[in-house]
């Protein structure tokens, strides 16, 4: 694939945006593809929104906005509400099972995984339910290649969480299921 | 014949002959007990920047001082001068400017700089009244003159400047006039030797506009009123608020040591380098 | 990964705009900076406090951007190659000094993440509306240098260049960013340390006296008379001779006054403007600068894709304006279309050079603060040549 264009989309809190810098980050660094990655949130800086676009792409990006997403991670209601109209008419959506209870009819290409129980009860640790997105992304859509991903978790999350980080993509990696 | 030269011209840039203060201003005196006092430290003109603003005041140091002097925008000396301090740390930075200058527009940096403690001496010369622009209130204008902007007499409240900046955080703040020309000449010493923020507080006359103003007229009327109405510190802070209205309270508010801004960069660079340096030889 | 505490962080790596020109102030030899907290350009004072004391500089987080741009100055005479960082808000404060800068031949850095205004306006939204006001927000009659990157990666290299230029011209130069790339992450390559070519600026030796030196107003640029050497520098912005001293009377020093610093910049544009052209045989071609330079080639691929014969000039420099290089392609093309990510702030200057020899129209993004979508110029671009 030329070029990918990714929305994802949560609320305030729940790391979409970290998602996407790992994304691009592991796409640019370890890949060694093009990627670009921008952001935008609501002031309060739990609880709000927040989505992020990344752009990966085998040649240098242009025009680094992401309009109409081939693919869009959904970690919230509100994701959907915001943002899956703009998603490509055979783009893939991939939910938070457990977040997500509603989705449009016009939608095919649908994934899901309880990332937030996975990240709850298996990881005893509800901030790596973004992890867990971006191990479903990778086994959806290989879009970057596992190893270059599991290298950039390593390196963005603090030191010593980097098991419990991995073990979450891991689980998300393996989860995630076409109903 | 022998023309004896002033003691302190050899401070001052040989091309400049001339002042640009009217007959009577206070700023001479100001500017002597700023040379002298750099005269009896003992220290070289080299040593010093001289940052100045907008105003009459502000003319003390450029163009006559023979040093390395900034001349800047309106309120904003202090500001410079906290660039330059930070650039030069071993260098001695003066800021030499107005009550308008650096209580009106500039109050703000005033302030910060005080709280900073940032290692500035800072001759702040009140004359009470806009001098130069043509007399108008400024912040240090005494309650119900009437100058050219407060026809029916001011309603506002003045600045007490030396306490302000005390209670800002300096580590030195002293006010004298220039009827106290030693005594003024001692702080501004003990100002330059201060490793901190150091504020001298210079009422001085302006018989042009003041004296206007006031009524008070010549030079030598507001100097007998200074002399009249001065009060020391120490004898003040026994008195009754109400025997002090009217007065100037003049000697020195603070004489501190406490860590001071370009210390604490220099100290936090030094560790840095060692940290560094550590990391290379593991 | 690179050690932190080296001053060039030699290698690839995926950040925002924003750190980038930090990185490209620290390799570039900034040693003072001063900022004042404002989005979107936060991140690059916040990285600057990190990074500064480990390489010998110095940050203050000043109390308002007047003090900020004012500090910076003063640091720049005292030796130090200085910046400041804000949003167009801290721009207009800052302006009254951005003059005294102008009239000081003060070499700094100004770095602009616009976002879009008037006013408070949104923050976090990028949107080139700075662009008149760098140039002419300031009273009296100037010049200054503006540059205008399109990606996080020159944010790195025209942060360098800024400097460079500044050292070498002494005078403020500015670095017009936006909050859509100051945030942006992208792949951005820092060279080795001796790869990058940095420049000092010259001070002058021997005399003590400025009447017998010529520290301002020389076309040529002048050597500059820091602080704390001996050298008894009289610095004022007020109307001044070429020896610095204050001169209120004279005429013909206040003609110089204004003039010089300007010729200064007139004499040696063709050294550093730089623009940036594909396809130079298009007989449309679509000018533009900053972030949306982007849309701008990816609108002319994709008309090219459809048999359009379209071409782009980017300004990697917008002051001092590239008229000569405007002039150049109006001769060669039948339209030119301006995209901005504005309402049209270069409009009039292209206008100016160009309306005599071609077609020129101007393209504002569909939505204010959403740069263009190359769909959206492609459609105007054949309005323009049907």
Redesign the interface.
């Known amino acids: 694939m030329p070029q990918t264009d990714l929305t994802i989309a949560g609320v305030g809190g729940q790391g979409s945006i970290l998602a996407g810098v790992i994304l691009g980050s592991a796409a640019v660094t370890y890949d060694h593809k093009y990627a670009t990655q921008t952001q935008a949130y609501s002031s309060e800086l739990r609880g709000g929104f927040a989505a992020t676009w990344v752009i990966i792409s085998d040649e240098p990006i242009e025009f680094p906005r992401v309009t109409h997403p081939d693919i869009l991670v959904a970690q919230a209601q509100d994701s959907i509400t915001r943002f899956v109209d703009v998603l490509k008419p055979d783009g893939i959506l991939i939910v938070d099972d457990d977040m997500v209870r509603e989705i449009p009819d016009k939608i095919k290409r649908i994934f899901k995984v309880p990332a937030t129980s996975i990240a709850r009860n298996q990881m005893k640790a509800p901030v790596t339910a973004n992890m867990v997105m971006l191990g479903a992304l990778c086994q959806v859509t290989a879009v970057v290649s596992r190893q270059a991903l599991e290298s950039a978790i390593v390196q963005a999350v603090p030191k010593g969480k980097d098991r419990l980080n991995l073990e979450a993509f891991n689980w998300g990696f393996e989860k995630v299921q076409a109903p | 014949m022998s023309v004896s030269e002033h003691p302190l011209r050899k401070y001052t840039r040989r091309h400049i002959t001339r002042t640009t203060t009217c007959p009577g201003c206070g700023i001479g005196t100001v500017s002597q007990a700023i040379l002298r006092a750099i005269d009896e430290l003992g220290l070289d003109m080299d040593d010093f920047v001289f940052v100045s603003g907008i105003g009459c005041s502000a003319w003390i140091p450029s163009p006559f001082y023979a040093a390395d002097t900034l001349h800047t925008t309106h309120g904003r000396p202090i500001a410079f001068a906290t660039g330059v301090k930070l650039g030069l740390p071993d260098k001695n930075v003066m800021v030499v400017s107005g009550d308008g200058d650096l209580t009106a527009i500039g109050g703000n940096h005033l302030i910060h700089a005080a709280r900073r403690n940032v290692d500035l001496t800072v001759v702040l010369v009140n004359n009470g009244i806009y001098g130069m622009t043509g007399g108008q209130t400024a912040p240090t204008t005494p309650r119900g003159l009437t100058t050219i902007t407060s026809p029916y007499g001011t309603m506002e409240h003045h600045f007490d400047i030396a306490p302000m900046v005390a209670a800002a955080g300096a580590s030195f703040v002293a006010r004298w006039t220039t009827y106290h020309p030693r005594q003024m000449t001692r702080s501004i010493k003990k100002g330059i030797q201060k490793k901190g923020f150091a504020l001298i507080e210079a009422v001085s006359q302006c018989p042009v506009q003041y004296g206007k103003a006031s009524k008070l007229g010549s030079a030598v009327r507001i100097l007998e009123y200074f002399k009249e109405n001065s009060v020391r510190i120490d004898k003040a802070r026994a008195m009754e608020a109400e025997a002090l209205a009217g007065k100037i309270i003049v000697g020195e508010w603070v004489d501190i040591a406490k860590a001071e801004l370009t210390q604490e960069w220099t100290e936090l660079r030094r560790k840095l380098r060692e940290e560094s340096e550590c990391h290379k030889l593991i | 990964?690179q050690?932190k505490?080296n001053r060039v962080l030699t290698g690839?790596h995926?950040e925002m705009g924003n750190w980038a020109c930090t990185e490209g102030a620290i390799a570039a030899g900034c040693?003072?900076a001063?900022g004042y907290p404002i989005t979107p350009a936060s991140e690059v004072a916040n990285h600057l406090a990190a990074r500064l004391?480990?390489v010998?500089g110095?940050f203050?987080q000043?109390?308002?951007e007047?003090?900020a741009v004012?500090?910076?100055?003063?640091?720049?005479?005292?030796?130090?190659k200085?910046m400041t960082v804000t949003s167009g808000p801290g721009i207009s404060l800052m302006q009254?000094?951005i003059g005294?800068a102008v009239a000081t031949e003060t070499p700094l850095v100004i770095v602009d993440v616009q976002r879009l205004g008037p006013s408070t306006g949104v923050p976090?939204v990028g949107l080139a509306g700075d662009i008149v006001q760098v140039a002419r927000g300031s009273h009296g009659d100037y010049q200054i240098i503006a540059l205008c990157p399109e990606s996080p990666q020159e944010m790195f290299d025209l942060t360098v260049q800024a400097f460079n230029l500044a050292e070498t011209y002494r005078v403020p130069v500015f670095l017009m960013a936006d909050g859509?790339?100051g945030?942006?992450?992208?792949?951005i390559v820092i060279p080795p340390e001796g790869e990058l070519a940095i420049k000092q600026r010259k001070i002058p030796a021997g005399s003590t006296s400025p009447?017998e030196r010529r520290d301002f107003q020389d076309v040529d640029v002048a050597p500059m008379p820091v602080?704390?050497r001996?050298?008894?520098?009289?610095?004022?912005?007020?109307c001044h001779d070429e020896h610095g001293?204050?001169n209120l009377s004279d005429p013909a020093v206040m003609h110089q006054y204004v003039m010089r610093p300007i010729e200064k910049i007139r004499k040696h544009r063709d050294e550093f403007v730089q623009v940036q052209a594909d396809h130079p045989e298009a007989k449309t071609a679509l000018v533009s600068y900053g972030?949306v330079s982007?849309?701008a080639?990816?609108a002319a691929?994709l008309a090219r894709r459809q048999g359009l014969d379209v071409g782009t000039l980017r300004l990697l420099t917008c002051w001092p304006f590239p008229d000569k290089e405007i002039r150049r392609l109006a001769a060669k093309v039948d339209n030119l279309l301006v995209v901005e990510n504005n309402t049209g702030q270069l409009y009039p200057y292209i206008k100016a050079e160009a309306a005599h020899a071609c077609r020129v129209a101007f393209l504002g993004p569909q939505t204010l603060g959403?740069?263009h979508?190359?769909e959206f110029i492609l459609s105007h671009i054949k309005e323009m040549i049907a």
């Open positions: 990964m050690d505490r690839t995926f040693t003072f001063a004391p480990r010998g110095t203050l000043s109390e308002d007047i003090s004012c500090a910076a100055i003063g640091a720049s005479w005292a030796g130090c200085a009254e000094n005294f976090s859509f790339i945030h942006m992450r992208e792949q009447l602080f704390g001996g050298l008894q520098a009289h610095v004022t912005s007020s001293m204050r972030t982007r849309s080639r990816a691929r959403q740069i979508d190359p």
